[in-house]
């Protein structure tokens, strides 16, 4: 029974990594064909560099540290920006979420500086902060702050309220009514905040490195564009999305461990 189970798994695994080959295979196979042809329907290939003159540019980037300084800069903005918002947003999340007075406090502010877009901030982030790189920072930080708070306020009003009366009937305490049934009650809303949190402090930064940086991916691709450097654009743009995958990955792969029983959810991977 172990044994065809693991077996399972195994095959369960490789048609995942076939479909997710075939998906990205499916992606360059398109933008060979478009610019090896040089298509024009609408969507025009004319200019667009081909994957081998990309992948003529990552090897000579690769010789100097320039590139991998710039990649090394943007993770670290990334996670400074992501892990305060996350440290925030969550135990925020769980008050607001949990008592009435609090969510009458803090609501309001929420539903007004929510629609704000990270990007428009950079002005006023450039004033409060003292450097480029902590208003940067700051502007991902405000990315992903909104998607992690406001899916842990709803994790929290998801919970079934039998748990938490059960809990208060076997004389739990607040905290450790907090810290047992509540938190891990919310925890798939929480993890699904962060993914989306993390995609949005992505977007946040790349779009402030743009404008006021002078170091990072960002500042990588927008100079490349300045300096007409159509495979280097190119390159940031791919680099930007297997840094964002990567990080996603990364979460999920968390919240799988925090969260075995969602093996056996509907649609989960047994």
Known sequence: MLRSLLAKITRERIITAAL??????????FWYVGTKYRLEFYIRFKNVPTPYEVYQQLTQVGLSNKYLVNIAISVRRILLGFFIAMAIGVPLGLAIGKYQRVRDLFMPVVEIMRPIPAIAWVPMSIMLWPNNEASIVFITFIGAFFPILLNTIHGVHSLDGVLVRA???????????????ILPGSLP????????????????????????????????????????????????MITIGFLGLACSGIIRMVGSLLMPWLAFAPGGKR
Not at 20 to 29: E, K, M, Q
Not at 167 to 181: D, K, P, Q, T, Y
Not at 200 to 208: G, K, N
């Open 20 to 29: 997710a080959c075939i998906s990205i295979g499916a992606l360059f196979l």
């Open 167 to 181: 809990a208060r009937c076997l004389g739990a305490s607040e905290f450790r009514l907090i810290l047992n049934v």
């Open 189 to 236: 809303h929480i993890f699904t905040g962060l993914a989306v949190g993390m995609g949005v402090a992505w977007v946040s930064l790349i779009a402030a490195e743009m404008i006021s940086g002078q170091f990072g991916v960002g500042y990588f691709t927008w100079e490349a564009y300045s300096l007409v450097d159509y495979p280097a654009i190119v390159l940031g």
